[in-house]
Every structure is written in structure tokens, then in C-alpha cells.
């Protein structure tokens, strides 16, 4: 008889061959095979190592400013309450992702991986981009450890998000346009992965979000797990329990699975928001895991938006950051599995979400973001008022200035009804911690969460 082999719980996936279930895998060119089983070779040694994680520890709260708090969004909570009835309206709290060094939580990863590349003996530095938040995290951390940078990032893309453009450039970074195909963020990939064929002897990708084959998926989430884990630590210090909902934005699916990952086991609702774009229409939305199928794209299986020949589909989204038609394979597994809900939301209730929290809150997030505090406006409307919703508040606006004055007509109309409000100071459970908190298993943790 053979023994059974026990079940994963799904914090613990992807399997030893980089499988989340179905999804996953390495669907990649001979060329790419040897430079990523060194990546995950050096990886699997990394993570077990403690002086890794303490050094990229001490990066996460010297340079990039960690823990980032967990805020009382008491304004948004006002705003979602009006009209209700006094038992519904769950209470905001804000995981201040856009406090970090660069403004998104971009830098998490970036920083990772770029202390690995060095671990590998690699002396340039590839990334793709979208936003640029990525780039800009990317070209932050080769500044920080004398590393070549080249990012490719979409035409379009250098029009809409030119502010992070020149961020990169001032960092030391050479920005390459990428003409062909929707000139977005899947064909700035595109690019990154040829230019890695040719040149894997040096050159490490930094992959900016839980996509491609394996091993990248995995690497990306454990660098981005730290949003999850000291989110966690500060709820049960804030809430005095864990929070009811966890909502956050998916393009590759990074912030998400980087808040969610902590969570996973638990009974916490976990909600990923997709760009719902104009419509429903192939090409005028990016949400593969609410309207597309299974298929590959850029080396790993996963959902996808495709046309009836197995095609990649043209997508569309306000935020350059979620215009992209794969996603993560581990969201893909979560979805499949039941674990996490998806929805969209349009460009036009994430422009209206972009002022809303810029007026009641006084914080103006990225439109990646913004699709997530749409989301979470309509479920807290649902939810009582004694429920607690974390929202993943991945990035700030400032990139997104111009384009949001161009979608708007020109013009941003004055706000409306605007009342001063004292603002509610509630009982904190206990104090903020001061320490970063590292992952679990590494001999800091116990140190960290009660520092
Ligand atoms: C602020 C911000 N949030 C979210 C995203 C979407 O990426 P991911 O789904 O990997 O978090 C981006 C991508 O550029 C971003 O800049």
C-alpha cells in the first residue's frame, strides 16, 4: 500500500516543480531552463538563510521606511456610511503600501531581488514595466547596490506614466520604449524575456510581479508576503482581532498576493479587484480571472485573456499598472480553489474611488489602487458596521496627475457637500510595533512582533 501523501495547506504551495494545482510551471525556451533552475537553486538556499533575510530586514527598515502603519480610515468609513442604515457600513483601515521608499509596494521585490542577483554573481539588471512603479523600484535598488539597470516599458506607457519615466533616468537607469504590439506592459515583457535569452550569463530579470515560470512567482510573493504579515500582527493590535475582509488590486497580482498570502489559512474574506476597463468586451477591460480561460503567457499557465485561436487578447485599462492580460498563477489556483473572490471595477469607478479617498482621506492613491477602494466602497455598504475591511493601499497618485486631469476633461470639479468632520479616535488594542516583521520560521520573528 502506498502512503498518501498529505495535503498542502495553501500557504505552503507552489509543489518542489512550481505548481499551484493546474497552474504554474515553467514554459520556457532550452535557452532560459539552466538560468532558472540557478535562480531557484540560489533561491531554496537564500530562504533558508537568516543572514539573507536579516540583511534584506535591515534594508526593509532603514531605506524603504518598514512596517508601514495600518490606518484608520475614518473619513472613508464616513463616506461609505452615508445613506445606510445604521447597522451596515464595515470600517475602512488603509495598509499605507504608498509609504513605502518610491511610493508603491514595488520596492519590496524590487530590493529582494536585486539582493539576490548579487548572491548570483550578476552585475546587470533587466525589468519590465507599466506604471514605472516597478521600473522605478527596480532602478532604486541597482542605485543602492551599484547595479547596471535597463527597463523596458511600453510606448504608451512612457506617455501616461512620463513622471516615473524621468524618475528612472534621474536614477541612473536607461529606459527602452517598446513600439510593438499595444506598446503596454505584456509586450514590454515581451521584450525583457528576449533580451534575458540573449544575455542570462550577467543579467538577472527582475520580474515585477507574481508572474512567469517558476521560480519567479513564488520568489515575488515571498518577498511581497511582508505586507501580509504585518498587516496581521498590526490588526490583532489594532482590531484586537483579525480583520473580516482583505481587499486589494490585481494586474500581475503582486500587492494582492502579498497581503493575501499571510491570510490564506485563515477564515478572512480575501478579495482581488481586476481593471474592469470600458466593458465586457474583449479589449476594453484586463480581468482574465473574471472573463478569461486557462493558457500561457510568458512561461507560466495561468488565466488569460485569449481569442478563440489561443491567442494573447488586446486588453485595456485606465491604470497602466493593470493592463496587462495574464495574472499570477497562484491567484489562479486561490480562484479556482474558492478561496478568494474576484470582481472588476471600471475606469470610470476607479476615477470616481482616485478623488473619493483624495477628498475624505487627504491621500491620493496610484489607479491601480483606486480600483480596489471602489471595490471596497460597494462591500462595505453590504457588510455591518462592526466588520473591519483592510484595504491594500498599494501605491500613491502622483504618476497619475496628468492622466487622470486628461480622462477628466481638463477639469476637477470642486467637491461637493464637503462637511468638517471630528474625526473619531478609536481605542487602539495595543501600540504600534516598531520592527519590521520578518517571515516566519527565521529566528527574528519572535524579537520582531513584540518589539
Ligand atoms: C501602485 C500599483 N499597484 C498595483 C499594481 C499592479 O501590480 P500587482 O498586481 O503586481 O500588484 C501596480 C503596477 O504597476 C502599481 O504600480
Redesign the pocket.
Known amino acids: 500500500m502506498t502512503e498518501e501523501t498529505p495535503a498542502l495547506k495553501l500557504s505552503e504551495y507552489p509543489t518542489p516543480d512550481g505548481r499551484f494545482g493546474q497552474f504554474g510551471g515553467a514554459y520556457v525556451p532550452e535557452t532560459l531552463v539552466a538560468a532558472l533552475e540557478q535562480l531557484a537553486d540560489t533561491y531554496r538556499r537564500v530562504r533558508e538563510s537568516d543572514q539573507f533575510w536579516s540583511e534584506l530586514g535591515e534594508l526593509f527598515r532603514t531605506y524603504v521606511g518598514r512596517p508601514t502603519p495600518l490606518y484608520d480610515a475614518d473619513g472613508l468609513t464616513r463616506h461609505a456610511r452615508r445613506n445606510l442604515d445604521g447597522k451596515l457600513g464595515a470600517h475602512f483601515w488603509l495598509k499605507r ?2 509609504l513605502a521608499h518610491t511610493g ?3 520596492i519590496n521585490n524590487a530590493l529582494g531581488q536585486a539582493l539576490l542577483a548579487t548572491k548570483m554573481g550578476k552585475s546587470r539588471i533587466i525589468a519590465e ?6 521600473g522605478v523600484a527596480t532602478a532604486t535598488a541597482c542605485a543602492q547596490m551599484g547595479l547596471e539597470c535597463d527597463v523596458y516599458m511600453g510606448a504608451e506607457d512612457v506617455r501616461r506614466q512620463r513622471l516615473n519615466v524621468v524618475r528612472m533616468q534621474m536614477l541612473g537607469a536607461r529606459v527602452i520604449p517598446v513600439d510593438s504590439g499595444s506598446r503596454t506592459l505584456k509586450d514590454a515583457t515581451n521584450e525583457a524575456m528576449r533580451d534575458w535569452m540573449g544575455s542570462v550569463e550577467h543579467t538577472h530579470y527582475i520580474i ?3 508572474v512567469g515560470p517558476h521560480p519567479f512567482p513564488a520568489i515575488v510573493r515571498d518577498f511581497q508576503s511582508v505586507i501580509g504579515r504585518e498587516t496581521k500582527a498590526q490588526s490583532l493590535r489594532n482590531m484586537g482581532s483579525l480583520p473580516d475582509a482583505v481587499v ?9 498576493a ?1 497581503i493575501f498570502h499571510a491570510f490564506i489559512d485563515d477564515k478572512v474574506r480575501l478579495v482581488g479587484v481586476e481593471a474592469g476597463g470600458r466593458s465586457n468586451a474583449i479589449g476594453e477591460h484586463a480581468a482574465p480571472l473574471s472573463l478569461g480561460s486557462p493558457g500561457v503567457l510568458h512561461g507560466s499557465l495561468s488565466y488569460v485573456m485569449q481569442d478563440e485561436n489561443g491567442q494573447t487578447a488586446d486588453v485595456h485599462s485606465c491604470s ?3 493592463d496587462y492580460p495574464g495574472v ?1 498563477p497562484e491567484h489562479s489556483f486561490w480562484k479556482d480553489a474558492g478561496r478568494v473572490e474576484y470582481a472588476s471595477v471600471t475606469d470610470a469607478e476607479a476615477i470616481d474611488a482616485f478623488l473619493v479617498l483624495a477628498r475624505t482621506e487627504g491621500i491620493i492613491p ?1 489607479l ?2 483606486s480600483h480596489a477602494i471602489a471595490h471596497a466602497l460597494k462591500l462595505a455598504r453590504e457588510l455591518p458596521r462592526e466588520a473591519n475591511i483592510v484595504i491594500n493601499l ?3 497618485g502622483d504618476k497619475d496627475v496628468e492622466e487622470v486631469l486628461r480622462l477628466l476633461g481638463g477639469e476637477v470639479k470642486p467637491a461637493e457637500g464637503r462637511v468638517r468632520h471630528q474625526r473619531q479616535k478609536r481605542e487602539r488594542k495595543k501600540d504600534e510595533p516598531r520592527g519590521y516583521v520578518p517571515p516566519s520560521g527565521s529566528s527574528e520573528e519572535e524579537d520582531r512582533v513584540t518589539e
Do not use: I, P
Open positions: 503600501e504608498d508603491a509596494h514595488k514595466t507599466g506604471a514605472g512603479q516597478h515585477g510581479s507574481v486589494a488590486c490585481v494586474g500581475g497580482g503582486s500587492n494582492a502579498g497602466a499598472g493593470l499570477g496610484a491601480e489602487t498599494s501605491g500613491r
